[in-house]
């Protein structure tokens, strides 16, 4: 058995270290000591009695190779000669309290073994090469807030497995050979996967972790990671990863109770475990916490290359009471419900990330009315860059601003959180709730159509329809449609194309792209066979196909034409058409872009009655026409479409003049405008734009 030999002191303290330096100073890191190769072991348990490393190299023998205590940091380090990469190992934590031995994952570990194993494994650098470069280069304008966004959320467990071995997903390798060609063939911009920081529970989807640098063994490597996120980046596609700071699993082999203490997470019982999840909570007030989350953030934006992060559960950081039981909070020094320290740790980790990795992208999961969860834009004095002088130093160890006691604290646009992008939430329960009801029970629900715009530019919002939405016997997205099957099939069009026409950037599930019925099953593959076989005698199999066909059609759309993208965010970019028949099912709306770019006109007719030469305003003159329609038969609809250059016709009628002189005596004047005539059939959306220049040609 190999002898420990004189600890390489790291010579930091984990609360006054850069995240970068953390991540590249703690855990286990191959290194050298003279002319002899081992490891170095460094791991922050201050209140431990004793520390030491087991392994498969010593058998798991206890009490291991006993790691240096530095009292001023309260880290833990060794040298063990000749173990290097590959070698699972443990800490073996004795605690100081009651003498009890833990045996303990690497919080910082670079990979893991697969469960139902839990030992973390020594990685040393990779060896895979990078060939992103453009992408990488290009980065700050492809995701820039004027360009268009659509993310496919993907479960990479259960997106596609071998017919022959069903019960065993796909590895990290496959699964890019696979996913980029089909996310290039369907226009996706980027791929957002659920977690793959490493957990133990399947069934807990990777919201519960307990490695917050290990990609998930159940796929491979950190390198077979590796090679997926420069395959994606080769094929044009953004890769964004699920991150969770909020809160982490209970699992003995796990953070809590780290040293014997509460370490990661907060000492109260009411602030240190969410009762509705089953697990801790993080002391976002302590400066090693701090520093460990960023440096878990920074690692994979740095060291793999992830475009985003999708930051899980924000609303249960902001808000002390959210989603727990009225007896399972308390309230802040003020006695409001806000989370101060966790606010705090909000903006550092966003002015971190913006400042280390340009154009890299921050989205919020957050379900509340918090306000300014995203960067303010100096253009439009709403949703956007940064403010002037929002940016000082980040680092983890300075103490959190002391809040102002004043309940509308949050209302300065300085408070931003500091994202790029906020879930709309609000948005996706009333959309989803409108398109459950059966048609003659909608009168009652337009305002779910007409008030996300009040709201709309508020932020900078992703309409989600994600996975907490099909399952739990939530139905999928096509079974919650009302009516026979081709009624349900058509809702489910409407539904895509009233997502693509909406202000803000787009995301669906996976599996919804081709309206499979069953809900989402973590345990096994989407039902791609619908797209081969599916309903009495193949009846359906065009139905799916055509759903699938569509969601690349609105892609098309949603990037080559600039009306439908480039001012999402802001007020600029909509205007009202039609939308006092709301109550009728029927509305209209425009989308504009640059100065250059022409409008886009949104017909939804989400009523049972088909219209025939419904006059559509439209915000210019000249000829239009259809540029996509959900019921075309390409699409599985019934084939009602417009062909033809609309018929328009200009009406005249008065409106009355505020802008007179002596602005009392008001007069009227007649105004013109224009309408285009288009026919549309029940539960359908029609897209109308100014025709093109080539169909003008001869």
Same mark, same amino acid.
């Given at each position: 058995?190999?002898?420990?030999?004189?600890?390489?002191?790291?010579g930091i303290r984990l609360d006054g270290v850069s995240?970068?330096?953390?991540?590249?100073?703690?855990?286990?890191?191959?290194?050298?000591?003279?002319?002899?190769?081992?490891?170095?072991?460094?791991?922050?348990?201050?209140?431990?009695?004793?520390?030491?490393?087991?392994?498969?190299?010593?058998?798991?023998?206890?009490?291991?190779?006993?790691?240096?205590?530095?009292?001023?940091?309260?880290?833990?380090?060794?040298?063990?000669?000749?173990?290097?990469?590959?070698?699972?190992?443990?800490?073996?934590?004795?605690?100081?309290?009651?003498?009890?031995?833990?045996?303990?994952?690497?919080?910082?570990?670079?990979?893991?073994?697969?469960?139902?194993?839990?030992?973390?494994?020594?990685?040393?650098?990779?060896?895979?090469?990078?060939?992103?470069?453009?992408?990488?280069?290009?980065?700050?304008?492809?995701?820039?807030?004027?360009?268009?966004?659509?993310?496919?959320?993907?479960?990479?467990?259960?997106?596609?497995?071998?017919?022959?071995?069903?019960?065993?997903?796909?590895?990290?390798?496959?699964?890019?050979?696979?996913?980029?060609?089909?996310?290039?063939?369907?226009?996706?911009?980027?791929?957002?996967?659920?977690?793959?920081?490493?957990?133990?529970?399947?069934?807990?989807?990777?919201?519960?972790?307990?490695?917050?640098?290990?990609?998930?063994?159940?796929?491979?490597?950190?390198?077979?990671?590796?090679?997926?996120?420069?395959?994606?980046?080769?094929?044009?596609?953004?890769?964004?990863?699920?991150?969770?700071?909020?809160?982490?699993?209970?699992?003995?082999?796990?953070?809590?109770?780290?040293?014997?203490?509460?370490?990661?997470?907060?000492?109260?019982?009411?602030?240190?475990?969410?009762?509705?999840?089953?697990?801790?909570?993080?002391?976002?007030?302590?400066?090693?916490?701090?520093?460990?989350?960023?440096?878990?953030?920074?690692?994979?934006?740095?060291?793999?290359?992830?475009?985003?992060?999708?930051?899980?559960?924000?609303?249960?950081?902001?808000?002390?009471?959210?989603?727990?039981?009225?007896?399972?909070?308390?309230?802040?020094?003020?006695?409001?419900?806000?989370?101060?320290?966790?606010?705090?740790?909000?903006?550092?980790?966003?002015?971190?990330?913006?400042?280390?990795?340009?154009?890299?992208?921050?989205?919020?999961?957050?379900?509340?009315?918090?306000?300014?969860?995203?960067?303010?834009?100096?253009?439009?004095?709403?949703?956007?860059?940064?403010?002037?002088?929002?940016?000082?130093?980040?680092?983890?160890?300075?103490?959190?601003?002391?809040?102002?006691?004043?309940?509308?604290?949050?209302?300065?646009?300085?408070?931003?959180?500091?994202?790029?992008?906020?879930?709309?939430?609000?948005?996706?329960?009333?959309?989803?709730?409108?398109?459950?009801?059966?048609?003659?029970?909608?009168d009652g629900l337009a305002g779910n159509l007409t008030?996300?715009?009040?709201?709309?530019?508020?932020?900078?919002?992703?309409?989600?329809?994600?996975?907490?939405?099909?399952?739990?016997?939530?139905?999928?997205?096509?079974?919650?449609?009302?009516?026979?099957?081709?009624?349900?099939?058509?809702?489910?069009?409407?539904?895509?194309?009233?997502?693509?026409?909406?202000?803000?950037?787009?995301?669906?599930?996976?599996?919804?792209?081709?309206?499979?019925?069953?809900?989402?099953?973590?345990?096994?593959?989407?039902?791609?066979?619908?797209?081969?076989?599916?309903?009495?005698?193949?009846?359906?199999?065009?139905?799916?196909?055509?759903?699938?066909?569509?969601?690349?059609?609105?892609?098309?759309?949603?990037?080559?034409?600039?009306?439908?993208?480039?001012?999402?965010?802001?007020?600029?970019?909509?205007?009202?058409?039609?939308?006092?028949?709301?109550?009728?099912?029927?509305?209209?709306?425009?989308?504009?872009?640059?100065?250059?770019?022409?409008?886009?006109?949104?017909?939804?007719?989400?009523?049972?009655? /088909?219209? =025939?030469?419904?006059?559509? #305003?439209v915000p210019k003159g000249g000829r239009w026409e &259809?540029? @996509?329609? *959900?019921?075309? $038969?390409?699409?599985?609809?019934?084939?009602?479409?417009?062909?033809?250059?609309?018929?328009?016709?200009?009406?005249?009628?008065?409106?009355?003049?505020? /802008?007179? =002189?002596?602005?009392?005596? #008001?007069?009227?004047?007649?105004?013109?405008?224009? &309408?285009? @005539?288009? *026919?549309?059939? $029940?539960?359908?959306?029609?897209?109308?734009?100014?025709?093109?220049?080539?169909?003008?040609?001869?």
């Open positions: 058995m190999p002898e420990p030999l004189p600890a390489q002191k790291p995240p970068r330096r953390a991540y590249q100073t703690m855990g286990a890191h191959p290194a050298s000591v003279g002319s002899v190769d081992g490891t170095q072991f460094t791991v922050w348990a201050p209140n431990a009695h004793s520390v030491s490393v087991v392994g498969d190299w010593n058998t798991w023998q206890l009490p291991g190779h006993q790691l240096e205590f530095d009292h001023q940091s309260g880290i833990w380090t060794g040298f063990i000669p000749t173990i290097g990469h590959g070698a699972t190992y443990k800490y073996a934590v004795v605690s100081r309290s009651d003498g009890v031995t833990t045996l303990k994952a690497d919080p910082f570990a670079f990979a893991s073994e697969l469960r139902p194993s839990t030992a973390s494994r020594i990685w040393g650098p990779s060896s895979e090469p990078w060939n992103d470069g453009p992408w990488v280069a290009s980065r700050p304008y492809v995701q820039a807030p004027n360009r268009p966004i659509s993310i496919y959320e993907c479960h990479l467990g259960s997106w596609q497995r071998s017919p022959e071995t069903p019960k065993l997903p796909l590895g990290y390798r496959e699964l890019a050979r696979q996913l980029a060609p089909y996310l290039k063939h369907l226009g996706y911009t980027h791929v957002e996967l659920l977690p793959v920081t490493e957990y133990p529970l399947d069934e807990s989807w990777g919201y519960q972790v307990t490695g917050y640098f290990a990609p998930t063994a159940r796929y491979g490597t950190p390198d077979d990671f590796r090679f997926f996120v420069d395959y994606l980046h080769q094929n044009g596609i953004g890769v964004i990863l699920d991150w969770v700071p909020g809160h982490f699993c209970k699992d003995q082999h796990g953070l809590g109770r780290f040293d014997g203490t509460a370490l990661f997470e907060h000492g109260s019982r009411v602030r240190g475990e969410h009762p509705v999840w089953g697990t801790y909570q993080f002391d976002f007030g302590r400066p090693e916490v701090r520093t460990f989350l960023l440096a878990s953030a920074l690692y994979w934006l740095e060291v793999f290359h992830i475009d985003g992060l999708r930051v899980d559960a924000v609303a249960s950081m902001v808000w002390l009471d959210h989603g727990r039981p009225h007896d399972h909070w308390e309230p802040n020094a003020w006695g409001r419900t806000d989370h101060p320290e966790a606010v705090d740790f909000l903006r550092r980790l966003n002015r971190l990330v913006h400042r280390e990795v340009p154009g890299a992208l921050m989205f919020a999961e957050e379900a509340t009315t918090y306000e300014w969860v995203t960067r303010r834009d100096p253009i439009s004095g709403r949703s956007g860059t940064r403010t002037p002088g929002s940016d000082g130093p980040v680092d983890a160890i300075t103490p959190a601003p002391v809040i102002p006691a004043e309940p509308a604290f949050r209302r300065s646009g300085g408070d931003s959180l500091g994202f790029d992008y906020k879930w709309n939430m609000g948005w996706m329960h009333d959309t989803l709730n409108y398109f459950a009801a059966p048609h003659g029970n909608r008030f996300p715009i009040w709201y709309a530019f508020d932020e900078r919002f992703v309409l989600p329809l994600s996975h907490d939405e099909v399952v739990h016997l939530k139905r999928a997205l096509l079974t919650k449609m009302p009516g026979s099957d081709p009624d349900r099939f058509a809702g489910l069009r409407t539904l895509f194309a009233y997502q693509y026409g909406h202000p803000g950037k787009k995301l669906l599930f996976m599996g919804s792209e081709f309206g499979q019925w069953g809900e989402w099953d973590e345990g096994r593959s989407l039902d791609w066979h619908l797209l081969e076989f599916a309903g009495t005698g193949g009846t359906q199999t065009p139905l799916h196909q055509g759903v699938q066909e569509l969601v690349r059609a609105l892609n098309r759309i949603h990037q080559t034409h600039g009306a439908m993208h480039v001012l999402d965010s802001h007020p600029d970019g909509f205007r009202w058409l039609t939308a006092e028949t709301a109550s009728q099912g029927v509305i209209a709306f425009a989308r504009f872009g640059a100065t250059s770019d022409p409008p886009v006109v949104v017909v939804c007719n989400f009523s049972s009655e /088909t219209f =025939a030469l419904l006059a559509v #305003p &259809e540029i @996509l329609n *959900t019921d075309d $038969a390409a699409f599985g609809g019934s084939g009602t479409v417009n062909t033809e250059i609309l018929p328009v016709r200009v009406r005249s009628h008065k409106v009355v003049d505020q /802008t007179t =002189a002596d602005g009392l005596h #008001p007069r009227r004047k007649r105004q013109r405008s224009t &309408e285009a @005539l288009i *026919t549309i059939a $029940a539960n359908s959306v029609s897209f109308i734009a100014p025709v093109s220049r080539k169909r003008l040609k001869p």
